[in-house]
Each structure stands twice: as structure tokens, then as C-alpha cells.
């Protein structure tokens, strides 16, 4: 579907969180003209009035991203968000027939990986390490290394995670990936002793999409 022909839509976000899925996937679709990007401030509370004015009338939690389409209810999470965009413009998804692995990745990363990613975030990057937490971390470890080991055999012999081509499951565990490297994750130690995933990375990261999603700020 053309940019043209879509409905009006508004991208409420806010920069390096998950909203960033959706964004890539906007950059990677060529439907920017058809999403208005709105700011979210996040933070410690009490949160900005801009937030609970967002939370009383888009998104209930006052997280971001969400989805405003014209004429029809947000859509209030980055995987439900990223399948939606895939299938409106009817490209970056295989067919109707192909989708188990597809859907099987997008929420496997949407739900489990990212919830670890989440404890371990808040441990190590926000989180004074002599209040660090040692048994949540030892917790979330374990799931998030069980999720990578996961991925990084399916990329044994794939560039994308499905194959060949990038898709809008792409857009979901690439963003672990990409959070996973960053050196207030440990060090990215997450990524360290995986060559497909380390790999898988730096194809994604090349991307022109990519970079002008993560490159985002305030608009």
C-alpha cells in the first residue's frame, strides 16, 4: 500500500526504547509521510504532565510506543504495532501461510527477552552496583541466555532471522540485539562467545533505517 493511501497515524515515543522498533520499521516501509511522531517524556516520577495527559487519553500505562490510526483504537505494544504496520502496507512479512516462525519470534523476543532484558537493565545501568541485586540478575541471566543461545542458532545460516530478507521480525529482535551491545549492559557481555549474533549486528546496524531510528531525538 502506498504512504498515500494510508490512514493517518500518530507514533507516540520516546528515543532508545522500544518505540524504536516501530520506528525502523516506519524508515524501513517508506511510510514516514503518513506517521506523526509524538514525544513522550519518560522518566522517574511524578511524571510530566505531557505523560499523564498521554496516559489518560492514548496509553493507559504511560509507556510508550503507541499506535493512533484514524478511526480506530491505539495500538499500545511494539510487536502488536510492528505485525500491524507488516500487514497494512502488505510488505516485511512472509505470507499468511509462512507466519509461525515469524509470529513465533516477534512475541518469543516481545514477551520473554525482553522482560529479562528489562531486570537486567535496571540492575546494571540504573542501579548503583554495590545495590545491585545479585539474584535477579543470576535470574534474568539465565532467560536472556537462553533466548540469544536460541537465536543464535536459528542465524547459523541466515543473514535476517527468517532468511534472506529483513522482516518486521527483524525489527523486534534486532532491537534486543542492538541493546544488548551497548556497554551499560555489562559490557555487552551478552553478545560475547555469539559470532552469528555478533554477525547478525553489524548487517543490521548498516542499515540506513536503522541508524536514522536510533539517531532519533525530541521532534
Known sequence: MAAGTLPKMKLWYCPMLRSTRCIWLVKELGIEEAVEYKYVPIGPPPPASEREEYRKVVHPHGTVPALEV?????????????????????????????????????????????????????????????????????????????????AERALEDRQFILGPELTAADCVLGYNVV?????????????????????????????????????????
Open 179 to 219: 541493546w544488548a551491545s551497548v556497554p551499560h549492559m555489562n559490557g555487552g557481555q551478552l553478545l560475547k562467545g555469539r559470532p552469528n549474533l555478533t554477525a547478525y549486528l553489524g548487517r543490521i546496524q548498516a542499515r540506513p533505517a536503522l541508524k536514522e531510528a536510533l539517531a532519533i531525538e525530541k521532534l
Open 70 to 150: 484514524e478511526g480506530r483504537p491505539p495500538v499500545l505494544e511494539s510487536a502488536a504495532i510492528c505485525m500491524y504496520l507488516a500487514d497494512l502496507c502488505g510488505r516485511l512479512a512472509p505470507e499468511p501461510k509462512d507466519r509461525a516462525e515469524y509470529y513465533n519470534w516477534i512475541l518469543y523476543c516481545s514477551s520473554r527477552l525482553d522482560e529479562a532484558m528489562t531486570a537486567l537493565a535496571l540492575q546494571w545501568m540504573f542501579t548503583p552496583k554495590d545495590q545491585q541485586k545479585q539474584e535477579v540478575i543470576t535470574k534474568y541471566l539465565s532467560v536472556a541466555n537462553i533466548c540469544l543461545d536460541n
